[in-house]
């Protein structure tokens, strides 16, 4: 394929923007290369500037679950628009988005709106830490919750893919209060809970991880955690930003049966649009200004056009509840079809899949948190991602990710890709 115009286009880009992009991952670095400019999407697939077809397997980095412009979503924000695009006032739409949510989620009875993952996760910390009145948080190493300075500790997605888990910029007095544990290892946990007694505000967790390829979590572990959190006082945050409204209408929460304190989201629940939330039991959100002491507050939270896109979104995710076991099975016929040729190749890999989340690492181990994520062969995957490339299908740059199944996937879309897959095995 060519991509000429993209290439002219990141040119340019990167006189005026730092790197070219406005967010780390997209620029290629970890795979070499330019990075394709898309010009639009429908559906499964995205068009770039250069006129090529791609079949998606990023999809907005998870919110496009029914595929690209969807158009219950693209009427519900055209329409929206028309009327206004910001107010800064109450409206009415937030009301039913905010019931909408919480109907479909387990245990929280409110939720606020913000306009990222990021706002969401040091907000949701932030409350936890008023309501707790501790200060200190435990993280995983490998998981990402947004750029937010006490998330830069062994964080996952772009923050390990260009070698900053630790980012520049992070004080040491912020970088104290978070504790770095290894996901999957309850007894590693453990001994941190007991080397910091009466200090510990929050865990924060992907419930499945999805930042450093995707991850689930061993049997027992959540609960674990569950159990641990209950005896020492600690609040359990379930960052859902990625698994939120996709792998259950309820998440990860409804999907394994563990129950959170605080859940965080992003991605799905604003159709493509930034937005962001978090929610809790009445009792936590109560702390929250104006009605409690913890302040968070936003001049475009519950932007009408955004709350318009979720709405759209959640509204069909919630009356076809079939969407979350379509995409499932499409994402295990994408297993069993790349599997099945990556081992008549004798490609060494593991396949991590949990719903409609998949990732392949080039390792013969099994993945089970960082370090083990980080064993993959990263030339192998440069390759891999190329050879799918050269062929129109669009994986995350960085094997430190998952990829998003969408229900706009056909079949047909599926035996290209694992067709795909077969030729570029050839040159691994
Ligand atoms: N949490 C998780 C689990 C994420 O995957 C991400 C983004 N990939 C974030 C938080 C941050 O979200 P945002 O990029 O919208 O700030």
Redesign the pocket.
Known sequence: MIYKRSSALFKEAQKVIPGGVNSPVRAFKAVGGDPIFVKEAKGAYLYDEDGNRLIDYINS?GPMILGHAHPPVVDAVVEKAKKGTSFGMPTEIETKIAELAVSMVPNIDKIRFVN????A?MSAVRLARGFTKKDKIIKFAGC????SDSFLIQAG?GAVTFGSPNSPGVTEGTAKDTLLARYNDLKNVESIIKSNKGEIACIII?PVA??MGCIPPVKGFLEGLRSLCDAHNILLVF?E??TGFRLAKGGVQELLGVDADIV?F??VIGGGLPV?AFAAREEIMNHLAPLGPVYQAGTLSGNPLAMAAGLAMLTELNDNVNIFDSIAKKTKYLHEGISKVLTEKNVVHTINRIGSMISVHFSENPVVDFESAAEGNNETFKKFFHGLLDQGIYIAPSAFESWFITEALTYKDLDETIKAVSVTAESL
Do not use: A, F, L
């Open positions: 980095w990222s993952g990021t706002e996760c990402y919750h947004g750029h997605s992907e999805g930042n960052d930003v990625m965080t992003g991605k962001g």
